[in-house]
């Protein structure tokens, strides 16, 4: 008689602690971010406006978040998904399970939560952009670690070119008079409609700039979808190599990582920051977007750094993993919790919530990030207590599995962590 291997989701013995944490730590970078659009209500427009930029607190806080945190946080998100995406095909392969259908189904139901959101919550959604990768990275899933790196250095390279081509020509472009395009008033104009739209005390009428909104951000995803897709590929290669199950082993590795990436990503983004915060107080349009195009470029190589230093201090420093506890619980409910970001600061911000858009400024909406990102952190913590998903994370793994996965945690289900070696 032969016995049906049923498919189950990743259990809490065979999670590991240190890809919680990052990942807990990534929603942070990602929320600082983030924050510039939800209480400048138009995610269409990615500047803050020139007269948000007087006081030298908002000018420090600008610089800070576009040196340290813009473009470097999702590229790590899309490292942890493309790294998560081989320890599952791994997994389920090794209880001889093939991996494609359900890996599929997985993605399937992440594309459906990534289109409902962008399409009633709020227009910056990246998990749409995040399934349609996962689903391109199926092709990669099943060559050598060493085709996987060459392709996502490939990409990265393709890519670099294209944006340092384009950013230069913008740079030339600027310094020429009568450059504007003509559709620049009209995306300006357009841009204004989605502030007053989003500003309305009925969600109606927000919701319905949203519509039109959430397919012109297509455009956008253009210029980032390159970047997730090479970070799918490097986290997908570290996956196969195994690294983050033998973060010891491989303390070596992280630590070039972090040596290269860090000090080099730091100048290359300090520039980026310096000269997009010098475009906007001229109110330069045009040199803004082009360093907001070699920004993209300049971006993943601090993630890089960041990754590496991160691997680097967990297999260096004993108490680390224990003191992160908290964060790791934040990381292990991220879908919730990216989610919630985005249904607490539209109603924060929005007419239709507490309206408070253009009386928060930078520094402000920094503060508020944390506490945030703090109060999350808390709230996973409590909740893991009782139950072993969060509620995104189990309707997730339940559509992805044909099944109602248990919630409430039992006394014989008790919070495990895997620990590096």
Not at 122 to 128: P, R, Y
Not at 235 to 249: E, R
Not at 259 to 286: D, K
Not at 374 to 396: D, I, K, R
Request: glycine share 12%; with cysteine; net charge positive.
């Amino acid at each position: 008689m032969t016995h049906t291997i049923q498919p189950s989701p990743v259990g809490e013995g065979e999670r590991i602690h240190a890809l919680d944490v990052l990942r807990g730590i990534a929603l942070l970078g990602i929320l600082m971010v983030n924050m510039g659009s939800f209480k400048g209500l138009s995610t269409l427009d990615m500047f803050p406006r020139a007269e948000s930029l007087t006081q030298p607190i908002d000018q420090t806080a600008f610089l800070l978040i576009h040196a340290l945190f813009a473009a470097k946080f999702y590229p790590i998100f899309a490292f942890l998904f493309g790294l998560g995406f081989a320890l599952q095909m791994e997994r389920l392969q090794a209880r001889g399970v093939s991996p494609t259908g359900i890996m599929l189904r997985r993605l399937l139901v992440l594309l459906g939560i990534g289109v409902l959101h962008g399409l009633f919550v709020w227009t910056g959604d990246v998990l749409l952009a995040y399934a349609l990768c996962g689903m391109l990275l199926l092709l990669f899933a099943r060559l050598s670690p060493r085709a996987v790196l060459y392709w996502a250095l490939g990409l990265w390279g393709a890519q670099a070119l294209c944006c340092l081509s384009c950013g230069g020509l913008m740079f030339w472009a600027a310094t020429m008079s009568g450059t504007e395009a003509a559709g620049g008033d009209f995306f300006t104009a357009y841009i204004e409609q989605g502030r007053q739209a989003y500003a309305q005390p009925s969600y109606w009428v927000a919701q319905q700039f949203r519509f039109v909104e959430w397919l012109l951000m297509f455009l956008n995803a253009i210029f980032f979808l390159p970047n997730v897709l090479m970070m799918f590929l490097l986290g997908l290669y570290f996956g196969k190599q195994g690294v983050f199950g033998q973060l010891a082993a491989h303390r070596g590795r992280m630590g070039l990582l972090a040596g290269v990436g860090i000090p080099v990503g730091v100048v290359l983004n300090a520039l980026y920051a310096w000269g997009l915060l010098n475009a906007l107080r001229s109110e330069n349009e045009m040199q803004s977007y082009a360093w907001l195009t070699l920004g993209i470029v300049f971006g993943p190589v601090l993630a890089l750094g960041y990754i590496g230093a991160f691997g680097w201090l967990w297999s260096a420093a004993e108490g680390l993993p224990r003191a992160l506890t908290p964060i790791a619980a934040a990381g292990r409910m991220a879908l919730t919790n990216y989610l919630m970001q985005s249904v607490v600061c539209t109603l924060l911000f929005y007419g239709y919530g507490l309206g408070l858009h253009d009386k928060v400024g930078i520094a402000q909406g920094a503060l508020i990030t944390v506490v945030l990102w703090g109060v999350q952190a808390a709230f996973s913590t409590l909740w893991q207590a009782q139950y072993q998903f969060g509620p995104m994370e189990w309707l997730w793994r339940s559509l992805t599995y044909g099944q109602r996965m248990p919630m409430r945690r039992t006394a014989q289900v008790q919070p495990a962590q895997r620990e590096n070696p």
